[in-house]
Nanobody, 122 residues
Framework: QVQLVESGGGLVQAGGSLRLSCAAP????????MGWFRQAPGKEREFVAM????????TYGDSVKGRFTVSRDNAKNTVDLQMDSLKPEDTAVYYC???????????????WGQGTHVTVSS
């Protein structure tokens, strides 16, 4: 069972930045597509960003395009999500996920972390 562990969440003011990180202790996911999703209170989980195994291809959800940046370091076995110009509507639990298919559908991802909370105050 692959365990993904997110970190870096917290409270930030609107316009600020946070950097989330995802790690897989004891397992390498250098051959996996890595994704970030989020779920706000009372809403369905939505796609945020994903990155190909080699890091050469990235895709973003429309609501975060131009503000968020996904990156990975396969040598360190980590995937990061840099979030800039944060808005109150970015408040959510953010989840890291790993899969073998490059697609924004949640079903494309086989393994999920427990999530990290991000709160953006106005």
């Amino acid at each position: 069972q692959v365990q993904l562990v997110e970190s870096g969440g917290g409270l930030v003011q609107a316009g600020g930045s946070l950097r989330l990180s995802c790690a897989a202790p004891g397992r390498t996911f250098s051959s996996s597509v890595m994704g970030w999703f989020r779920q706000a209170p009372g809403k369905e989980r939505e796609f945020v960003a994903m990155i190909s195994p080699g890091g050469t291809r990235t895709t973003y959800g429309d609501s975060v395009k131009g503000r968020f940046t996904v990156s990975r370091d396969n040598a360190k076995n980590t995937v990061d999500l840099q979030m800039d110009s944060l808005k109150p509507e970015d408040t959510a639990v953010y989840y890291c996920a790993a899969g073998q298919i490059y697609g924004t559908n949640q079903g494309s991802f086989d393994y999920w972390g427990q999530g990290t909370h991000v709160t953006v105050s106005s």
